[in-house]
């Protein structure tokens, strides 16, 4: 019985304090209300705002995880510069056969070994291709021997079409290295856990390479993976054709 009392005391107060309070706004001009809400509310309107802005941003992931995408990829330059006027151009031919969906490209995420903070840009592409948000990496040597290291990488010669194999192979485009390797605590690599293939596309010579990877200073290549647990195959090739072909 004396909690039930205690209870209905402070929601008697709490009526009080707010009779007050809408008692004194009513008495105060429209600056005088936007100062007296600002000085007692301050706290509780941010809070709600911030709250508003976090329930807004979840919306939109969920919406935009729910559009349909034809192709997610990810490009991690050695430039600074923005390849998205290439993709828009790749995008308009891949949607000519009129089936529905985007492609996604996120040129956001950088991937340097040289930067102290690299252990950090490793836990994105991890979680970004275990969210199946990856298909196809565009990227230099630091980040392709992380998918590598992650088995990541879908072997070229057997998921791509017969004439395209045939063609990088005969360009000599397509990279033979050893997936699956990881160092242990003490820093060593079991060889006998690698498995050798085929992983991806050299870029150099090619228009896009040209492009957005040439620079004084920089002569890095780029490299192309398809990315192992891919839904969109079909896709991936029509992207790596547009690459590499002249």
Not at 84 to 92: D, I, L, P, V, Y
Not at 133 to 146: K, N
Request: with cysteine; hydrophobic share 35%.
């Amino acid at each position: 019985m004396k909690k039930n009392k205690k209870k209905l005391g402070n929601t008697s107060s709490l009526r009080e304090e707010l009779r007050q309070d809408f008692d004194t706004l009513k008495r105060l001009d429209a600056r005088g209300k936007l100062q007296f809400l600002w000085d007692y509310y301050k706290w509780r309107v941010l809070v709600c705002f911030c709250v508003v802005v976090i329930v807004a941003t979840f919306a939109r992931m969920l919406w935009e995880g729910q559009k349909p995408c034809r192709l997610r990829v990810c490009v991690v330059l050695n430039t600074q510069d923005d390849c998205g006027a290439w993709f828009r151009e790749f995008t308009q031919d891949l949607k000519s056969d009129g089936k529905e969906g985007d492609v996604d490209v996120n040129q956001d995420q950088p991937f340097d070994y040289d930067n102290r903070y690299y252990y950090l840009y490793e836990v994105e592409v991890m979680t970004t291709i275990s969210s199946q948000r990856m298909d196809v990496a565009i990227c230099g040597a630091d980040m392709y021997r992380y998918l590598l290291a992650l088995n990541a990488c879908l072997p070229l010669d057997t998921a791509l079409s017969a004439d395209l194999v045939s063609e990088l192979s005969r360009r000599g485009m397509l990279c033979y290295d050893t997936a699956n390797l990881t160092e242990d605590e003490n820093g060593n690599v079991d060889l006998n856990d690698g498995i050798d293939g085929y992983f991806a596309i050299d870029l150099s010579g090619t228009e896009f390479e040209e492009a957005y990877n040439q620079t004084e200073e920089n002569d890095e290549p780029l490299y192309a993976v398809i990315i192992a647990n891919t839904e969109h195959l079909a896709d991936c090739e029509k992207l790596l054709r547009a690459l590499v072909m002249p």
